[in-house]
């Protein structure tokens, strides 16, 4: 099967050297195996995305050279307008009994959950009879939670080797649809990924933990599963795992710096393609690009990097 990869960032900012890491590996796998990509906007968040950064972020990826071949400017690329099929995903779960509503803030779940394990691990509302669940929903909009089993998840991370998690302990039962109606993360990644034919993620390791439950998901909605590879995390010189809240080394510094090939160098330095921050284009790293070189830990970015 052709492999198809694909970018999936989320316009909650401008991206950052940690989002770039990522995407550029992402399109390196693709494309050394003569693969494809697709960008999808995941703007599910109303409150903390803006078209304005999703426009942003695609003229960023055109300047370093990361291209796509579907999605982006589609507008049925964004998630914000692939609502159906994420509600599709949600009668087919709720039709095997693996559905219920939600009436917990997360402060209460948190205070609760150590008293509910024998119930469940995540949520007493598991437990409230239909009757009473429909007489709180007149009073409370309650989001939607998902029941999972006691079940053992394993997969081979292409990246981190065998990771193994037991639902039931490493998850319990996760959100799919908020109480203002937006969709989860977890569900509409599985259901985007499967609709537009993804073969390979490529994301960062602090996903990882979120892989057993997408695979669930997988298996319980009929779709096939990609193959992952999670990458490291860069850090910055103080140790800080690079965000957009911080604002650390975002693409609006980094444009004024660096020419994309010598920005692209400095991602392939730090990804083990070569041995110093030399400069190259990201066409001419694609015909090198090995996995077997890419670190399996976070990376620290040296300060001289960043002078």
């Known amino acids: 099967m052709p492999v198809k990869g694909r970018f999936a960032p989320s316009p909650s900012g401008r991206m950052h ?16 195996q003569g693969g494809s990509i697709v960008l999808r906007i995941e703007d599910l968040d109303p409150v903390r995305c803006q078209p ?17 071949d579907e999605g982006g400017e589609s507008a049925f690329s964004w998630q914000s307008a692939r609502s159906p099929l994420y509600a599709a995903a949600f009668e087919k779960l709720t039709a095997q009994g693996l559905t219920y509503p939600c009436f917990c803030s997360r402060i209460q779940r948190l205070n609760e959950a150590p008293h509910i394990h024998e119930i469940s ?4 509302c598991a437990l409230l009879p239909p009757e009473t669940a429909e007489e709180k929903s007149r009073e409370k909009t309650p989001s939607h939670r998902v029941r999972v089993p006691h079940k ?31 969709w989860a993360y977890q569900l509409a990644v599985v259901v985007d990924d499967a609709a537009m034919g993804v073969t390979e993620v490529v994301r960062g390791r602090d996903l990882l933990s979120s892989t057993p439950r997408q695979l669930w998901l997988y298996e319980a909605l009929g779709l096939n599963a990609p193959e992952f590879y999670h990458v490291p995390l860069l850090l910055a010189p103080d140790g800080r795992r690079l965000a957009k809240r911080a604002a650390d080394l975002d693409m609006g510094i980094l444009r004024q710096r660096y020419t994309p090939e010598a920005l692209v160098g400095i991602l392939a330095f730090l990804a083990g393609q070569q041995p110093s921050p030399e400069s190259i284009s990201a066409a001419g790293l694609a015909k090198i690009f090995d996995w077997d070189k890419v670190p399996r830990e976070d990376i620290p970015v040296s300060s001289f990097l960043l002078s």
């Open 152 to 182: 053992v998840i394993s997969f081979t991370d292409k990246l981190q080797g065998k990771c193994t998690q037991d639902l039931w302990t490493g998850c319990g039962d996760f959100p799919i649809k908020r109480a203002d109606g937006a």
């Open 17 to 32: 050297l940690g989002n770039l890491f990522s995407f550029l590996l992402a399109w390196l796998s693709a494309r050394r």
């Open 52 to 68: 304005a950064f999703a426009w942003q972020l695609m003229e960023d990826l055109e300047w370093l050279g990361l291209t796509w």
């Open 121 to 124: 691990p995540s949520c007493p």
